[in-house]
């Protein structure tokens, strides 16, 4: 069964990631865009540089011709956030990602985008679900060359347009006159044509690594996180670079390294660019996180008299209240943001963008940038544990932390708890705690920011010695 989770539907390759499940939710889809009368204008689709990704679009493209709804392929490798851009701009009514995103190489999967290059919300994949059930086999599909003839197979390539809507959108010209020289670690995934093209238009000095296709990534997680960035910080650091950029596997999440080799969390890139935009671009809007993100944000937000809202994990959820709110940038603790006029989704692209500029408008490095935050603010430290258990024992987990609503006795006064999403404790010192199950892999997470950081372990080690996680 296909099942979407808050990234979309992800599976083992030739376990449940195969054609004829690939060919089964096109067809669905087809039925849900037919019986909407949504077909007229058809679906663009995308792949990245994943296993069997480029046939998994021709596989499902073939299932969309023979229920005459035009699929429009861009034929290269490309970041997800390219595919949500198109559908927006062009106001179609459905988009299709072949990505697995951060997962390990075993993985791939598939993201749908709707109208507004939208991340499907869950009435969308519930609904993509229902007429899944509703298929019957074999699937009807017809032939790639004859569809293609006939024009219900376009092949087309719609980077320009993307990367020049981000040209738009950046100070080149600061940039150009800063002179940078930028590490980039596409981490052998989609990232780099993109943010190449777009930094060298802005000349600014690049060095590259990991750039080659290898659908293995390197044999390591295609996931910006510090354990991975090891490689680009040599690379800053032996290259003088003012900044190290990398990509998750379908380029729409980043890792950073400062000019020091330090690595920088993604609730620090998020922290940064609220804070440039405001003090340095000034410009106004609330922000938007989940509740696994920072709450230094709240106090920045504060301080310039603007709200933070809150919202649950998953992307959706921070681009709808990006619309409603009108907020000026919204992120996630996973490496994803974006900003108010941009897409509506997380664009890794557009963030390192937005990042050399603030370098380069500022005229301060990005150690300082860091420095005078936390001058202004003080500090927050947060820790994040990914805690792995048997599939039998999920239902018992779930019972304990979202029915019976059990909560550890913790050495901090409690504020409030909710359960918008998995559990989270609010203490009165500004602290927090939140545990919830992974919606794209098999993990308890429990993350906890605290004004210490041996509080935050503290907290973090009662919550697993009480659920018994190891």
Known sequence: ????????????????????????????????????????????????????????????????????IKAMLINKSCPTPLVMYHVMNNDLPYGMMV???????????????TAGGRDADEDQTADIEKYISEVTLPVSEVNYDDAKAEG????????????????????????????????????YGVGETAIKTILLTARCEMEVIHGMHDTLFGGKLPAPNEPAMQPLK??????????????????DRIGIVDDTGRYLSPNEILVMLYYYLKKYRGESGPVVRNLCTTHMLDKIAERY????????????????????????????????LTVRGHINGKDGVYAAALLVEMLAVTGRRLSEIHNEIKEEFGSLYMEECNCTFRPEAKAGYEKRLMADREVPELPYETERVSYLDGCKVYFKCGGWVCTRFSGTEPLLRIFCEMPEKDQAEEVCRIYKEYLGLQ
Not at 99 to 113: C, D, E, L, W
Request: glycine share 12%.
């Open 234 to 251: 040599t690379c800053v650091i032996d290259n003088r670079c003012d900044i190290g950029i990398a990509t998750d596997g379908d380029a």
């Open 99 to 113: 990505t697995a995103s951060h997962n390990p190489a075993i993985y791939n999967g598939v993201k749908v985008f």
């Open 152 to 187: 219900l197979i376009v092949e087309f390539y719609p980077i320009n347009d993307y990367l020049d809507a981000i040209l738009a959108k950046i100070n080149t010209k600061a940039i150009r006159d800063a002179g940078l020289k930028v590490a980039l670690d596409p981490m």
């Open 1 to 68: 069964m296909i099942k979407f989770g808050t990234g979309g539907w992800r599976a083992v390759i030739g376990d449940g990631f195969t054609k004829e499940n690939i060919q089964i939710l096109a067809q669905a889809l087809s039925s849900k865009m037919k019986a909407e009368k949504a077909d007229g204008r058809g679906i663009v689709i995308g792949y990245d540089r994943r296993f069997l990704a480029k046939e998994a679009m021709q596989w499902a493209s073939v299932v969309f011709a023979a229920n005459n």
């Open 305 to 336: 008299g603007e709200t933070c809202y809150e919202v649950p994990v998953g992307f959706k959820h921070i681009s709808a209240k990006i619309t409603e709110t009108g907020a000026l940038i919204g992120g996630e603790s996973s490496g994803g």
